[in-house]
Every structure is written in C-alpha cells, then in structure tokens.
C-alpha cells in the first residue's frame, strides 16, 4: 500500500462528511446493511468512533452526548483529522479494548471503518458516493489482513460474504466487511 495514511483518512473522513450532510430529513431512520441499525444509528457510531480514537491515543475529546446528526459527525471528522495532523500521534500507542495499536494501525482502521460505512451509508440514503480511490486501497488491504479472530461469534464483524468474480475494489471491501453485494 503506497501514499500518505493520513491523505486515505482525510479523504476517507471527507467523503462522509459529504454523504452525512446529503442525508435527507425522512432517511435518519431508514434501516443500513448494518445490521438492526438505522441511519441515526451509524452516524451515531461513526462519530463515536472517531471521538474514542481520539481518546485512545491520549487526545483531547468533545462531548456531543447522545447526540446522532450530521453537524455532530462534522466536528468528530474535523477534530480526528487535526488530531493526527500532528506527526507525533503516529508514533503513539491506542489502547483499545481489544488491544494495543501503533498509530500507523489505528490509522488503516479508521480508514476501513470509514470507508465501509461510506458504502452502507451510501446504500441506506441512495447517494451516490464517491470513494476516495486511496482510502478504498488502504481499507482493502486492511480489510484482507484481517484474521479470523477478528470474525468470532459476536464480534464487530460479520463473516465474509461472496464479492463476485467482476466486482469493484469497494465492492470487495464491502464483501470482506459481510456485506450482502446485491
């Protein structure tokens, strides 16, 4: 994987900010390939993520509480990027629940997470997306690193769906993160 982490996430970040501000009034409790989660749902947890990534390397977090709504992912993006601006995070340790993360790792899941929910958020309002072409390359090979301990039995992760010997690399990634291509 060749280019700049940090350009895949910006990127990656920017390209839901844009899909997050195109969600229309009536589409915040549409239902998301996510299973059981709505619109609301996975903006919820999409702004949740980048706030505790920021907490797991040892930044700074605001609190929105509770808060699900597009200017709430607007600052959590905005706050994640300046966040690693600073070279010196990269070199840092997150200590997540599942374990310790170098920055460069944390960084490759933050891509992966964004940019497959880019896809379900994408699918949940029909936009039609724009995937940053780095951010999709990055999220791929993270995605196809990823080892079986990461698909157990009530983990974050569904298994594996069937991608299609024609499909797109987002389509792939979509598939390797369980997603039903259709």
């Known amino acids: 994987m060749n280019g700049n982490p940090i350009d895949a996430l910006n990127a990656a970040l920017d390209e839901t900010v844009r899909l997050v501000d195109g969600i229309q009034p009536g589409q915040w409790d549409n239902p998301t390939p996510c299973t059981d989660w709505t619109v609301r749902d996975l903006v919820q947890h999409m702004t949740r993520g980048n706030r505790r990534t920021i907490a797991a390397g040892g ?39 599942f374990g310790q993360l170098p920055g460069p790792a944390m960084v490759a899941m933050r891509v992966t997470e964004s940019t497959t929910h880019d896809w379900d958020l994408a699918r949940a309002t029909a936009q039609e997306p724009r995937f940053p072409p780095e951010a999709v390359q990055m999220a791929l090979h993270s995605a196809e690193r990823m080892g079986e301990n990461a698909r157990v039995p009530g983990g974050p992760f569904q298994p594996p769906t069937e991608a299609g010997e024609n499909a797109s690399d987002i389509e792939r990634l979509a598939a390797l993160m369980g997603r039903v291509i259709a």
């Not at 930044?59 to 200017?71: F, L, M, Y």
């Not at 600052?75 to 966040?83: I, M, P, Q, T």
Request: hydrophobic fraction near 35%; avoid cysteine; glycine fraction near 8%.
């Open 59 to 97: 930044g700074p977090v605001a609190d929105d509480g509770e808060e699900a709504g597009a200017e709430s992912y607007r600052r959590s993006a905005d706050d994640l990027k300046r966040f690693f601006s600073d070279p010196a995070v990269m070199q840092r340790t997150f200590s997540m629940p």
